[in-house]
């Protein structure tokens, strides 16, 4: 039996299919940028990368529950 993913992980599969990256992609595009504003974070990925808004903000709150451990 496999475990339904919940939180911003559920976004992965979309996020990969979408833009063409794996999420380790996305999560090295940020990780210099951690200590910044989540929403500022969110900001680059669009502006940057063109990501969706959902998707952006699912790469950031996921490295930065990780980062808080």
């Known amino acids: 039996m496999t475990e339904t993913v919940k939180g911003p992980a559920?976004?992965?599969?979309?996020?990969?299919?979408?833009?063409?990256q794996p999420v380790g992609h996305w999560f090295a595009q940020i990780a210099g940028m951690l200590d910044q504003p989540h929403m500022q974070i969110v900001?680059?990925?669009?502006?940057?990368?063109?990501?969706g808004h959902g998707h952006a903000n699912a790469i950031v709150a996921h490295q930065l529950a990780a980062?808080?451990?």
């Open 10 to 20: 559920s976004y992965f599969p979309s996020i990969e299919k979408t833009y063409g």
């Open 43 to 51: 900001g680059f990925l669009k502006e940057t990368h063109g990501l």
């Open 67 to 69: 980062r808080k451990g």
